[in-house]
């Protein structure tokens, strides 16, 4: 199964790069190698699980790792960057800086909670700066793990806000992915454990369900043997 949507999303791709939905250079070899990458850990999972299983598997953590590292790196100067420019504004200055795109038609996804907002001088205010003080502080937060955590829950409720009266959910999809690299790996494993525990059920089903053309094993009270058992000739039972 695994093989036939490799090989058909390399049909797609490459229908995509020659009728030129895709044409730029960069994205071209970013699919195409993730493509090759692919195919290559299909035929060493396969034919060869030994050595160069054991050296991929290293070079695949280094990448890992690698991109991990670069993640982090863009989210700090992203935050940073973000932070610093507001404060030279003199919109971020006085507070009221969030006030203008809630108020702009392209903007407006929810204009009854937007106006609930904007009504509110209190709330205009501790958003602008408390969108200043969490950009600004979130790469020294990285020196403290529970300071990392606190900053990281205002980040993600502050991109939820965003999606949601701004209307950007791409953006603020996209910005949450980034923020989740900082996650405490105590609570990563612990969501995963959440997630196998609710898929588990469907798993079971769809392992237990037997194959197109194929009859269901006729397993006994006692288990597959016991089935095998009763099925045996008369001089084999009384052995």
């Given at each position: 199964?695994?093989?036939?949507?490799?090989?058909?999303l390399?049909?797609?791709?490459?229908?995509?790069?020659?009728?030129g939905?895709?044409?730029?250079?960069?994205?071209?070899?970013?699919?195409?190698g993730?493509?090759?990458?692919?195919?290559?850990?299909?035929?060493?999972?396969?034919?060869?699980?030994?050595?160069?299983?054991?050296?991929?598997?290293?070079?695949?953590?280094?990448?890992?790792?690698?991109?991990?590292?670069?993640?982090?790196?863009?989210?700090?100067?992203?935050?940073?960057?973000?932070?610093?420019?507001?404060?030279?504004?003199?919109?971020?200055?006085?507070?009221?800086?969030?006030?203008?795109?809630?108020?702009?038609?392209?903007?407006?996804?929810?204009?009854?909670?937007?106006?609930?907002?904007?009504?509110?001088g209190?709330?205009?205010?501790?958003?602008?700066?408390?969108?200043?003080?969490?950009?600004?502080?979130?790469?020294?937060?990285?020196?403290?793990?529970?300071?990392?955590?606190?900053?990281?829950?205002?980040?993600?409720?502050?991109?939820?806000?965003?999606?949601?009266l701004?209307?950007?959910?791409?953006?603020?999809?996209?910005?949450?992915?980034?923020?989740?690299?900082?996650?405490?790996?105590?609570?990563?494993?612990?969501?995963?454990?959440?997630?196998?525990?609710?898929?588990?059920?469907v798993?079971?089903?769809?392992?237990r369900?037997?194959?197109?053309?194929?009859p269901?094993?006729?397993?006994?009270?006692?288990?597959?043997?016991?089935?095998?058992?009763?099925?045996?000739?008369?001089?084999?039972?009384?052995?």
């Amino acid at each position: 199964m695994g093989i036939a949507v490799w090989a058909v999303l390399g049909v797609v791709l490459v229908a995509a790069l020659v009728s030129g939905k895709i044409d730029s250079p960069v994205w071209s070899l970013f699919f195409a190698g993730m493509w090759l990458v692919h195919g290559y850990w299909w035929l060493i999972r396969r034919f060869a699980p030994g050595e160069p299983r054991i050296v991929s598997d290293i070079i695949a953590n280094l990448v890992h790792n690698a991109a991990l590292f670069v993640i982090m790196a863009e989210v700090c100067i992203i935050y940073a960057t973000a932070g610093w420019y507001k404060i030279q504004g003199s919109r971020w200055q006085d507070g009221t800086a969030v006030y203008y795109p809630m108020e702009l038609d392209y903007f407006n996804v929810w204009p009854e909670l937007s106006d609930l907002l904007v009504g509110s001088g209190l709330i205009i205010t501790a958003l602008t700066y408390g969108t200043v003080f969490v950009q600004v502080a979130f790469p020294f937060a990285l020196l403290n793990r529970r300071a990392k955590n606190v900053l990281l829950v205002l980040m993600i409720g502050e991109h939820i806000g965003i999606a949601v009266l701004l209307g950007l959910p791409f953006f603020s999809m996209a910005m949450i992915a980034m923020d989740s690299v900082f996650l405490p790996t105590a609570f990563l494993v612990w969501l995963g454990a959440r997630a196998q525990r609710v898929t588990d059920p469907v798993r079971r089903r769809l392992r237990r369900r037997p194959a197109p053309g194929r009859p269901a094993r006729d397993v006994g009270p006692a288990g597959p043997g016991a089935a095998a058992a009763d099925r045996a000739p008369a001089w084999a039972k009384s052995r």
